[in-house]
Nanobody
Framework: QVQLAESGGGLVQAGGSLRLSCVAS????????MGWYRQAPGKARELVAV???????NYADSVKGRFTISRDNAKNTVYLQMDSLKFEDTAVYYC??????????????WGQGTQVTVSS
C-alpha cells in the first residue's frame, strides 16, 4: 500500500517562508509526476506546482517567482519551498503522486493535507 506523508506546514507572517515535504512510501518502482495542490476555504482545489520525473515543472501563475518545487527520485520525495508568502496563500496543501508504479498496478495518490496559514 502506497502512502504519502506531508510535513512542514504551519503559521507564518506575510513575507515569510515555509518548506513543505512529502514522502511516498510503499513498494514503489517509480513515480511519474509529483506535485502540490491547495484548497482554501470555499474554493476548489487548485494546482500549485508539479514536477515530472525528468525534472520538467509547471507552476500556477500566482506562485511563479515565489515558490520552488524540487524532488528526490531516489527518496520518492517532493519539496515545496515557499517564499514571500502572502495572506492569499493560506490553504490546506496536498501532495499528489501521479503514475505510481508498484508490483501490480499504476495509480495516483493524495496525501492527507497540511495546513499553511499566513497572517497579514
Amino acid at each position: 500500500q502506497v502512502q504519502l506523508a506531508e510535513s512542514g506546514g504551519g503559521l507564518v507572517q506575510a513575507g515569510g517562508s515555509l518548506r513543505l515535504s512529502c514522502v511516498a512510501s510503499g513498494s514503489i518502482f517509480a513515480i511519474n509526476a509529483m506535485g502540490w495542490y491547495r484548497q482554501a476555504p470555499g474554493k476548489a482545489r487548485e494546482l500549485v506546482a508539479v514536477m515530472s520525473r525528468g525534472g520538467s515543472t509547471n507552476y500556477a501563475d500566482s506562485v511563479k517567482g515565489r515558490f520552488t518545487i524540487s524532488r528526490d527520485n531516489a527518496k520518492n520525495t517532493v519539496y515545496l519551498q515557499m517564499d514571500s508568502l502572502k495572506f492569499e496563500d493560506t490553504a490546506v496543501y496536498y501532495c499528489n503522486a501521479e503514475g505510481v508504479v508498484d508490483a501490480t498496478s499504476i495509480n495516483d495518490y493524495w496525501g492527507q493535507g497540511t495546513q499553511v496559514t499566513v497572517s497579514s
